[in-house]
Every structure is written in C-alpha cells, then in structure tokens.
C-alpha cells in the first residue's frame, strides 16, 4: 500500500530551476528547443547515476545508524 510518506519527492528539479541556472549561466532563458534538450539530458544524466547515488545512501545510511 502505498502511504504519503512512500510518495514523497526527495529532490525535484524544475524547468524554473533549469532556466534560473541558465540565466545566470549564459544570461537568458532557454528557448523552447534548447529547453527541451537541455532537460533530457537532465533525465539522461540524473538515470545513469541514481542506481550509484541510491547504492551509496543506503549504505551511509546503515554504517551511520547501526
């Protein structure tokens, strides 16, 4: 059964937060090309590392709380 505390997010990143770092990274917001782009390679990105960061976090979190 899934409970609220199942369901919750534990980091989002929003388009706002792509496009807050875009624009103080080169000065503008993203166009709707670039925006579409720039978030699968956020997905890209962020897919090929979970499996290592969710390893890692269960294992610190055990050695830390055993």
Do not use: G
């Given at each position: 059964m899934k409970t609220q505390e199942?369901?919750?997010?534990?980091?989002?990143?929003?388009?706002?937060d792509l496009q807050d770092d875009a624009v103080r990274r080169i000065g503008r917001k993203l166009n709707d090309d670039e925006l579409h782009t720039a978030k699968k390679?956020?997905?890209w990105g962020l897919s090929s590392i979970v499996?290592?960061?969710?390893?890692?976090?269960?294992?610190?979190a055990v050695?830390?709380?055993n």
């Open positions: 199942n369901l919750q997010v534990i980091y989002p990143i929003t388009v706002e390679c956020v997905e499996d290592i960061t969710l390893k890692s976090a269960i294992e610190e050695d830390k709380n």
